[in-house]
Structures are given as C-alpha cells and as structure tokens.
C-alpha cells in the first residue's frame, strides 16, 4: 500500500520553508507552535462557574484565568497575529468573515506574510449533523464514512475552516467511558477501515481543494484504554497489546495521508503521550512515516506538570517539543518558555526548526499561501442543503441496529400509536455530543417526522432521563392506543468527554415507565437513544422490540419513522459490545481464551452473578428478514486465503446483510484472542435470492506482533468463522504453511 505521507514531502515547497525558516525571528517560529483557542479545555465554551473550578483545581494560573475570564485571549489576538506570534485559532464562532479578517492580518500586515490555519472540532458533521461515529460505525459501510466526512469538510470549509480534530481513532472496549461515543468501537480491524475512509473523505485526493481540509488522527495512543473507563486515566498495557489492537487504526489514517496527529491526555505506561518520544518519534515518525505535524490535545502539554514528570509548565515544554509535540493547544508552554529553553541549551536549534518545518509543510499543502481567504458568499447554498440531507438520513437509516422484535415491527401506519419519554420531541438530544454546528431547529424528532407522515398518535412526555415518571400522563397517553413507542436512554451531554459513568443503566424513573409499560398489556416499542452501550438486560427483557437508535443527527427522527413502518429494512450492526451489567465491563468480543476459558463450569473465566454472554455480542442486530449461510469454503491461493459462503434471503422482505469473516490462530507463540474480524462485505438481497459472497484475505494480515514486536505470521492452523456476528457458528480451517 502507498503510504500518501509521502505526497507531503515536494522539493519546491521544502525550498521555500528553508527560505522562510532562514527569515524567521525566534519569536516568529514560536508563534507557529502556539495555537490559541476558545477556552482552558479547547475548542469550546465553558461557564464562568466551570471555570473558577479550573482555578481551584490548580488546572489555572489566576493569570491564566484573569485573562480568559476578561476575554484577554481574543481581545489582544490581532496584535498577536500581527507579530507573527501565532500560528492557529481553535474554534471560536464559525464566521467566514471573523476568519478571513484574522487571515488577512496575518497574510497582509504580518512581516512575512505566514497564513493561520484554523481548526475546530467537526466530528459528525458541521451544520447537517451526522450520527455520533459510533454509531455510524454500525453500518460497517466504507461509503458511507468517507461521504459523511466530505460533506461536513465541504460545509466546515465554506465556513473558514482548513482543519478539523478528526477522526478519533481510539479502540473502545469499555462502555463506561464517555468518549466511545466518539469511536468506532470496541474492534481494531473495523476501526482501521474506518480511519482511511474518514482521512479519504475529510482530505480527498488532495486538501488544498477549497472543499477539503486537513484531518488529525486522535488521540495517539491507547486513551480508550483509560482505567475503569474513567475520562484522562492513566494506561498501562503491555508493548504487544498496543501494537496488536491500539496502533493499527493510526496507521491506517497515517498510510491514508492524515495531515496531523493529536497526542492524548493519557500516560502510556507512565509517559504521558504528549511527552513520549517513543510514540510520537520512533512509533509515528520512524515506523509510520510521518510528515505532518502534531498537536497535543488541549492543555495537555501543561499537564504534563500534574502527571508528575514536570516541575514546571517550562519544563513540560522542553520535554513535549523535545518528544515531537509541534504545535501546543491552548494553554501556552510553547509560547511563554521555548525561547529561554532554546538559549539554555535545552531545546535545539534544530528541534525548534524541525517543528515549524512540518506546521509549514501541511499550511503549504492545503494550500493556505496561495488561497488563504474563504468565499463568504459559497456557505448559504452549502449548509445543510437537500443533497446534504439525504445523505444524512441514509447514514441514520444505516445506523439504527434492531436488538429485539417479537413479532412488534414494522408497525402499520394506519393504527392508533402513543409515543411515551421526552426524547421523543427534544431536537437537541438528537444532535448528539460534540456538535458545534448544528441547530436544533434543523433537526428532525421523532414527533416531527409521525405529523409529516400524517401518522395518528398521541404524545405524552411521561417521564425522561432526569424528570420523574407521571402516572397520570402516562394512562392518558395509552388509553386508545393500539402500540405504544416508548424513548428512553441518555441526554447528549452524558457522553462524550468527560462523562464517563460507572453505571450505565437507565438513569432517573425511566424504568418506571418500562415497567408500566410491561404491565399495561398493550404491544409497545422501544427506542433507545444513547452515546454508549447500555446495561439494560432486565430493560430488554421486558420489552417485545427494541431499537439501538443512538443520536442519529439531523435527520433522526425521519429515519427512525422509516425504520418503525418498514419503510427501510434495518442493517445496523453492533460495533460494542453491550454488557448485561455495568460490572462486566471492559467487555468485548475478541478477548483472549484464558487457561480456563469461559464457560458453565464453576471454575472457569466468568461472573458467578451474570450470564456468561453478553446481552448483545458484537456484531449483532436484526433485520426484518432471515439470511441463511451455507457451503462455507476456504483455500490458500498464493498470498490469500480466499473465503466463499452462500447467503440466501430467507425470508419474505429485501434486505441488506452485513457478510463477518473472522479468524483464529489456533496455536501461536503466545496467546491470541478467541476471534478477530479479518473481513466484512454488505450484500443486498431480494426474497428467495441466495448469492455466493467471496472475499480474499492476505496471509500477511492474519499475523500479529510478537513479544518483541516483530510482525510475524505463523505456520499452523487457522480457524475461520462467517455468518452474521462475532457468536456464528459456521466454521472452517486453512494450514498455512
């Protein structure tokens, strides 16, 4: 595979970054490294009262907090940039004009004339909102995260935008940590396909089109690893681990042509990462090749003082610059102590050159020298328009994964429906965490897609995730229905960063309404809208339907209308496991088997006080029809294994199949984990169709890195399962010699 890191490196455009470094003042290069953003923690806005708990935590100087309680950090900014003493703006409002007004002092009344580069956090979107990638990551549609990704670059870029904190790539195995909202999920293989399709959308073929901008693989490394899924925790795991599940998504977003990397809050082993030479040169500059620049994650330099392995915030800059942080977000180490590092001899000459040459080298690939200014007048037939809207609609319809249907869906549209919960009618909750440009009032509820389609039903909010369940309201709502649609789950600000939680069941009286549910006698509908996976087996097992419906965007509550009527066939795949319990957790499919795998004898790997099986495996969800799998066949031809089985559409309604290849090393040097998704292709099938689904899989991808770190791929027997999840049972083995 090419490896589109080295489209970076041009001989004309090294020439004039020498030029330019030749040129530059001590200061001006400084200036380069110092991004300067909208609050202490990034990107976005914190209230005053957060704030003064900053102070009194000793995350901020009083200086530091005088200065962004007065708004001094954007007041003084055009002074800044006119002395070339910064290099990037994070976030801020999204004006083209605020932007272009900021450039053109930088470009026209600067000294040399060094264009900004402005990032924000475009996660999911930008104003068409996107579901949460978890669970876009459900669709296991390649397309789809690449076209998701082109469009939010095309709407963020028509707003002033070159560069956006995405995608994040970390490998999630644990349900209580608020971030797997932000992932992919729990598995390696899946979230690597992920991360090119995400650096293919966001950057195209080439960034400097006016329509792309640079995407930043996020957070090197292993921070979904954070202990007991606590936000910022420490990570300790052996050097195998990393490189077997943590590092394979980076280097795939590396190999893609990912601009920037973010170095993560957590220590890897001890190190922090924004301090860890190891990762950021030997790992991401020396194995990956790496020619952009990194920017630690907000604060994170700083930080390095409260991980204890600096005594000052001056010595946390020498010790992330030195490690091969380029650019410092937010909080100022680079640009209050690079200068006296440098005359002390603790920070090099040529260190200091090597990381302005590689924040150039990308502000000159996007092409911010020759076209730095945005069209102001492109962005109002750009956001959110129709095209845009299908597109998010499709990604929602994909999204939504079936975990349980006795016979309830699709419901017919012409019975008497109640809908229950306050999710239902709340148009913000649907956007999701990390939203910085969608509007509420573009977003489209469930209440608002049943009035479009002219659905007759009731609506009562009875309960929510923080209001207690009523009764009363609940009885009115029910009394004529023939189905009830009840929504429970979680607000949008209980996932995503800093909200981890360790119970992750329903919160508040919801179950109150579940159980009045289960005891009105009435056929009902759940709906879950969530950022994580849920501990909810008494949940499910009371209720005759549910669907996974996450928060879906812009388009939720039109796709999930289309889902419930049958109007769309759902497909979504589970891509996290989701635990009987908060308890269990980290849980995850492709574990290793122990000495004493897992199973109904006491003395085995397991809770005495849970099931043995999760509540929903990964990999899982259902559909409105049956697929049959049969004539599993595996052979080794040349340097692949080629892989074929029969899929049939057993049943009476068309539908897309999501085909799962998984391997198993039966013997190896040291232990491997029970199974590992290798493969999956999308299939669509009419009633009655049956087609062969072949796919090949390179004996160089079955391998793995032993324990010390050499990639090597053993001679023996491998096992292969294909079906519908990661629990099918239908197997067959190929000998690799």
């Known amino acids: 595979m090419e490896n589109r890191q080295n489209r970076f490196i041009k001989p004309d455009t090294e020439k004039k970054i020498d030029t330019l470094l030749a ?95 402005f990032g924000n956090d475009v996660i999911h979107g930008h104003r068409t909102v996107f579901p949460i990638p978890l669970a876009e990551s459900c669709s296991f549609d390649d397309e789809t995260f690449e076209k998701t990704a082109e469009i939010a670059a095309k709407e963020a870029a028509s707003e002033g935008i070159h560069w956006t904190f995405a995608p994040m790539l970390d490998i999630s195995r644990d349900a209580r940590w608020g971030r797997i909202a932000e992932s992919a999920g729990e598995d390696t293989y899946l979230a690597s396909r992920y991360a090119a399709a995400k650096v293919r959308g966001f950057q195209g073929e080439d960034f400097s089109d006016k329509d792309r901008i640079v995407a930043c693989a996020k957070h090197f490394v292993a921070y ?96 992330c610059l030195n490690a091969g942080v380029n650019m410092d977000m937010v909080v100022g180490c680079y640009r209050d102590h690079v200068e006296e590092l440098l005359n002390e001899g603790k920070i090099s000459e040529d260190t200091l050159n090597e990381a302005v040459r590689e924040i150039l080298r990308i502000k000159f690939a996007k092409g911010l020298f020759d076209n730095p200014y945005t069209d102001v007048e492109s962005a109002a037939d750009i956001l959110i328009c129709d095209e845009h809207r299908k597109e ?55 209440i608002d897609a049943l009035k479009l389609r002219g659905i007759d039903f009731v609506y009562e909010k009875c309960c929510g995730v923080k209001t207690d369940f009523n009764r009363e309201a609940f009885e009115r709502a029910i009394e004529n229905a023939d189905i009830i649609i009840a929504t429970v789950g979680e607000y949008r600000d209980m996932s995503g960063e800093a909200a981890s939680y360790c119970d992750i069941d329903l919160h508040g009286e919801q179950k109150k309404l579940i159980d009045a549910l289960y005891n009105c006698g009435k056929p009902f509908v759940t709906l879950l809208f969530n950022g994580r996976p849920l501990a909810i087996r008494d949940v499910a097992e009371k209720t005759p339907a549910l669907v ?81 799998y049969s004539n599993l066949s595996a052979e080794i031809i040349g340097d692949n294994i080629s892989v074929s089985v029969d899929v049939e559409n057993a049943g009476k309604v068309s539908g897309t199949e999501t085909v799962q290849f998984y391997i198993q090393d039966v013997v190896a040097k040291t232990a491997r984990p029970v199974r590992e998704l290798k493969e999956y292709k999308k299939v669509y099938l009419e009633p009655g169709e049956k087609v062969t689904v072949t796919v090949k899989i390179t004996i160089a991808d079955i391998g793995y890195y032993d324990e010390a770190l050499e990639y090597i791929v053993e001679p023996g027997e491998f096992k292969l399962w294909v079906g519908h999840d990661s629990t099918t049972e239908l197997v067959t083995s190929v000998f690799v010699k």
């Not at 239902?424 to 977003?443: F, H, K, N, R, S």
Request: hydrophobic fraction near 35%; aromatic fraction near 10%.
């Open 23 to 117: 040129k530059m003042t001590v200061k001006e290069k400084i200036g380069q490294l110092h991004q300067l953003g909208t609050s202490p923690v990034g990107g976005f806005e914190i209230s005053k009262n957060e704030m003064k708990k900053l102070l009194d935590a000793g995350r901020l100087t009083k200086e530091d907090y005088d200065n962004w309680m007065s708004n001094e950090q954007w007041d003084e900014n055009e002074g800044l940039v006119r002395a070339g003493e910064i290099g990037s703006f994070l976030g801020r409002d999204k004006d083209p004009n605020f932007y272009n007004h900021l450039q053109r002092v930088a470009v026209e009344e600067s000294r040399l004339g060094i264009p900004l580069i």
């Open 392 to 446: 998010a609609l499709k990604a929602a319809e994909k999204s939504i994964v079936l975990l349980k249907n006795e016979d309830i869906l699709p419901l017919r549209k012409n019975a008497k429906i109640a809908v229950v919960g306050e999710l239902a009618d709340d148009a913000e909750e649907m956007l999701g965490c990390w939203v910085l440009g969608g509007l509420p009032e573009e977003t489209v509820t469930l």
């Open 548 to 628: 996974e419906c996450w928060h879906l965007g812009t388009e939720a509550g039109n796709a999930i209308c289309n889902v419930l009527f049958g109007d769309y066939n759902p497909s979504g795949r589970l891509t996290a496991t989701f635990p009987n319990y908060s308890g269990e957790c980290p849980l995850y499919y492709n574990h290793l088997n122990t000495g004493r795998p897992t199973s109904e004898v006491r003395h085995s790997s397991k809770y005495q006080d849970a099931p043995i099986k999760p509540l929903y495996p990964f990999g899982y969800g259902l559909s409105y029809t049956d697929y049959a």
């Open 224 to 319: 979904g690893a954070a202990e007991g899924g606590r936000d910022y925790n420490s990570v300790d795991m052996s050097m195998q681990k990393l490189w077997n599940t943590y590092l394979p998504p980076f280097k795939a977003a590396c190999e893609a042509g990912a601009g920037t990397f973010m170095s993560a809050f957590n220590d890897l082993n001890g190190i922090p990462c924004s301090a860890n030479t190891y990762l950021l040169r030997t790992v991401l500059r020396e194995k990956f090749g790496f020619k952009g620049f990194v920017v630690s994650d907000a604060f994170s330099v700083g930080e390095c003082v409260a991980h204890g392995v600096a005594e000052d915030r001056k010595q946390a800059a020498e010790l």
